[in-house]
């Protein structure tokens, strides 16, 4: 267990419907990241914040997808209007420095 | 954005012996080299990193060699055990050092 928590763990979700996921990282790291991991492939970056800010988002990522950190602590991934090409696990990992990053257990997404 | 590869895609070795696993990424620009184990059902977890400005860092059983001139590192597990059974993915950062780009990953198996 790192420290990073992730809920929920498993959604199974219908096409067309709207799905919210909460990560809340490890308190005193101020950097937050959003992953996506496909089946036999490597984390894909989705979105990066530092505190409250967000600082970065993939060019690949669909506007679709929005990310929210209130008040600098946990965080929110809604994908709205989800499609069956959404399905992957959602990883959220939290950092102090930019460099070691600590990785939540994920949320399975399964879009029907 | 950046390139990074990683072979081989599965690898089996003998309990004992050991195992290496390469990246070859394309952002020169890259300073930072994590690695990660990813246990099934779990997120990755860092085992560990290497900055550009050393050519090899060690961890017990552990190492990772760089070389910045070819663009390639590579992850040493000797005297594997079963326990080290997993998914191994190496990553860089991106030219802004807020992105991570992960390979696709190495399936080991540790044959007792």
């Known amino acids: 267990d790192t420290g990073v928590s992730q809920d929920p763990r498993h959604k199974i979700t219908k096409r067309g419907q709207n799905v919210t996921f909460r990560c809340d990282p490890i308190?005193?790291?101020?950097?937050l990241y959003w992953y996506r991991q496909t089946l036999g492939q490597g984390p894909e970056f989705l979105t990066y914040?530092?505190?409250?800010?967000?600082?970065?988002k993939s060019r690949l990522l669909s506007d679709r997808f929005s990310a929210e950190r209130p008040k600098g602590s946990f965080s929110t991934l809604e994908i709205q209007r989800t499609e069956q090409g959404d399905s992957a696990m959602y990883l959220c990992?939290?950092?102090?420095?930019?460099?070691?990053?600590?990785f939540g257990p994920g949320t399975r997404l399964t879009v029907l | 954005g950046e390139n990074v590869e990683q072979h081989p895609s599965t690898l089996s070795v003998q309990e004992g012996d050991s195992a290496v696993i390469k990246c070859t990424y394309s952002?020169?620009?890259?300073?930072?080299f994590p690695w990660y184990k990813q246990e099934l059902g779990k997120g990755p977890q860092l085992i560990i990193d290497i900055r550009s400005n050393v050519g090899e860092k060690k961890d017990q059983r552990i190492a990772v060699t760089l070389n910045k001139t070819a663009k390639h590192f590579s992850l040493h597990i000797t005297e594997t055990q079963p326990e080290d059974s997993a998914v191994y993915f190496c990553?860089?950062?991106?030219?802004?050092?807020?992105?991570?780009?992960f390979g696709t990953g190495t399936s080991l198996t540790v044959i007792p």
């Open positions: 914040f530092q505190n409250e800010a967000q600082l970065e």
């Open positions: 308190s005193e790291h101020n950097r």
């Open positions: 990553a860089t950062e991106g030219d802004t050092g807020n992105q991570f780009y």
């Open positions: 952002d020169s620009a890259s300073n930072y």
């Open positions: 990992a939290s950092s102090p420095s930019g460099y070691t990053q600590y």
